[in-house]
């Protein structure tokens, strides 16, 4: 059999960086694991802009397809700022997702206890946490039509769409009640049914799906303005949320600072199974390019690791080897290993990004 394969789309600002890392992580697999991949890589974002004037090429598209996963760093940047949309960066990322139809992008927000003192919130209400945020990918509003900025009378006018179909809310709907099973079995959906038309069919979907699918599974709605509140309130009373695109991507950043960085937040974008039986399945860290620190070698890589962790467990089916490397990222973070990110003044000096890829893969050859 041959190995699986994998496209890597690095990106821009601290995408290459991060994704060095995790370069070096597969690598240690193929010597130490007996688990080799076939490794492409190409462009994605701003640096596929100044190359060939397109943020994602056909040619990387039609890659991306046949891979077994995509691993992508982050896209964008000020550079591109003044791009006319249609070319932007996140373009790239957004065609990825949409042509891929990754429509169930899990968000998982995990607080190490080593880093409980980093985040915003007080130690008690973040510790120990662990919740799935669950966020459809593939519609509502950063696709519906019409959109569009147009002229009316003598003024402009910016639409956007909020548009949903029940066979879309219902699919990654039932992608949310099959984690909650392999998990505390309880989902939370989140909308805006008390405003929005789009807000009460999700509401009504997701309760068909789960009286005709998963009457096990418990399910609990809350409005997500309420679900903001009570994801700062008290966090820990989540286990898996399930939420529209606009929603999931504001929820998923505020989630993430409940884990201290949102250098440390992994994600899997997935869709439906191939003709191998594996997802189609893109793999990114919820933060961006930062472009404020890229190139400096300091950005936290961890978040990137995570998401080739996520990799191993749901493309892959290495659920033991995701957990391991899991292990060496918590044990690398307990021995003060970090970057400046997860630093306090008087902490010491913050390590490098190789320096935390470094400690990982010691961590690592340690767990054999
Ligand atoms: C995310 C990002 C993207 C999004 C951007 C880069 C297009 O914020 O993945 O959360 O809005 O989905
Ligand atoms: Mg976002």
Redesign the pocket.
């Known amino acids: 059999m041959s190995n699986p394969s994998l496209l890597i789309l690095a990106g821009d600002g601290i995408g290459p960086e991060v994704m060095a890392e995790v370069k070096r992580i597969i690598d240690w697999f193929g010597a130490r694991r007996d688990l080799t991949f076939d490794v492409t890589e190409g462009l994605v974002g701003g640096c596929s802009y100044d190359a060939h004037g397109t943020p994602l090429t056909d040619a990387v598209m039609a890659q991306a397809q046949e891979a077994d996963a995509v691993l992508l760093g982050?896209?964008?940047g000020p550079k591109y700022d003044k791009l006319d949309f249609s070319v932007k960066p996140?373009r790239g990322?957004?065609r990825l997702?949409k042509e891929m139809d990754l429509f169930s992008?899990l968000r998982p927000a995990q607080c190490f206890d080593a880093l409980a003192d980093f985040s915003s919130m007080k130690r008690d209400v973040v510790a120990g946490l662990d919740i799935m945020i669950v966020r459809e990918?593939t519609s509502g509003i950063?696709f519906g039509e019409p959109r569009g900025v147009f002229k009316e009378g003598n003024e402009r006018v910016g639409i956007n769409t909020q548009r949903y179909t029940e066979s879309e809310i219902a699919r990654v709907a039932r992608s949310a009640f099959e984690l909650a099973r392999k998990r505390d079995n309880r989902l939370c959906s989140m909308e805006k049914a008390n405003v929005m038309e789009s807000g009460i069919l999700w509401r009504d979907v997701v309760q068909e799906v789960h009286d005709a699918e998963y009457p096990d599974v418990e399910l609990s709605h809350m409005y997500a303005d309420a679900g903001a509140m009570q994801l700062t309130r008290w966090p820990k009373q989540f286990d898996v949320i399930v939420t529209d695109?606009l929603f999931g991507?504001i929820l998923?950043?505020l989630a993430a600072m409940l884990t201290g960085s949102l250098g440390m937040l992994p994600?899997a974008s997935l869709g439906a199974p191939m003709a191998n039986g594996r997802p189609k399945a893109l793999y990114?860290p919820?933060h961006?390019s930062a472009p404020d620190i890229a190139g400096k070698g300091i950005a936290n890589p961890i978040a990137c690791i995570l998401s080739f962790a996520m990799a191993l467990r749901y493309s892959f089916d290495k659920g033991d080897e995701a957990t391991r490397v899991e292990k060496a990222v918590e044990k690398v973070l307990a021995d003060g290993v970090r970057t400046a990110d997860l630093m306090q003044s008087g902490d010491g000096t913050p390590a490098t990004t190789s320096q935390v890829g470094d400690a990982i893969l010691a961590a690592l050859d340690a767990s054999l």
Request: glycine share 12%; no cysteine.
């Open positions: 982050a896209v964008g996140e990322l957004l997702r992008n990918l950063y695109n991507d998923s950043d994600s990114e919820v961006g």
